[in-house]
């Protein structure tokens, strides 16, 4: 099976204990109505030794949070990578609200999205693609509806790991039954035995000693289209860039 690679754009106010959890954020966050971002230096760093990666790598897609855009700086390195013919951009929301931690709410999660999309697209052009990411991988099955009332085409939200069950209010079968009910195509992410192989699972202490392994095995072949055929999902942060000195790269196959 090909793998299709896809990186998020959280900068450290997106991190769960800072921003858009009911219980675990330090800083409150009422609705998903954010404007003002301006980016830390840690991820304007992680972003040029990201660019300087990806600039002779392979197809990657950037699953963008809207609110990113409000910041030039950022934004004029999300333009040098909008003239690279293997960068697609999706959506990760507008301001990282986890949804599924809050109680359901389609009417702000639809005008989320509707916002979002709006947005994005204007920027990417025609390296933009309908497809969504949850912020911090919280997703629930009312999501679903709106997702494709809004004209996205495929959710990449689902950590199929008994671990994160509580995030998806269930379990993730219930997620994958919702998008597949609504026409909408799901793609999950790889795990091992253990537990996550995506994201945080990449330094995160037992997982990453499976993980890394995991994404070698299945990164020999990569394509840049999960909608037309089955894919295996291998997804990172930005941010993953500026470790190691900003020579940090992810563990992917030699041989692809």
């Excluded at 997106?14 to 980016?39: E, F, N, Q």
């Excluded at 690279?84 to 959506?91: D, Y």
């Excluded at 494709?148 to 509580?166: E, H, M, T, Y």
């Excluded at 699972?201 to 072949?221: E, V």
Aim: hydrophobic residues 40%.
């Amino acid at each position: 099976m090909s793998a299709w690679l896809s990186v998020d754009s959280d900068d450290l106010i997106h991190l769960p204990s800072c921003r858009g959890h009911p219980h675990r954020s330090s800083i409150p966050m009422p609705t998903w109505k954010t404007d003002g971002y301006v980016a830390s230096e840690e991820l304007l760093e992680a972003t040029e030794a990201f660019i300087q990666w990806v600039e002779n790598g392979p197809e990657v897609t950037i699953f963008l949070i809207a609110e990113q855009l409000d910041c030039p700086e950022f934004t004029k390195r999300m333009q040098r990578l909008l003239q690279l013919p293997n960068i697609l951009f999706a959506c990760h929301g507008w301001g990282h609200r986890c949804w599924s931690a809050w109680p359901e709410n389609t009417t702000e999660f639809s005008e989320m999205l509707i916002a979002s999309r709006n947005r994005i697209s204007a920027f990417a052009g025609d390296s933009w693609r309908p497809w969504f990411r949850a912020p911090g991988g919280y997703i629930a099955p009312w999501m679903a509806a709106s997702l494709a009332g809004a004209g996205f085409r495929l959710d990449s939200s689902v950590n199929p790991s008994r671990w994160v069950i509580r995030k998806m209010r269930g379990h993730w079968s219930q997620v994958m039954q919702s998008m597949e009910q609504c026409g909408v195509i799901e793609r999950p992410w790889l795990t091992t035995i253990i537990g996550p192989a995506c994201g945080p699972a990449l330094r995160l202490y037992p997982f990453r000693l499976l993980a890394i392994g995991a994404w070698k095995r299945h990164s020999k072949q990569i394509v840049n289209d999960p909608e037309s055929s089955e894919v295996t999902t291998l997804y990172w942060h930005i941010l993953d860039h500026g470790r190691k000195s900003g020579r940090w790269t992810p563990p992917l196959s030699k041989s692809r």
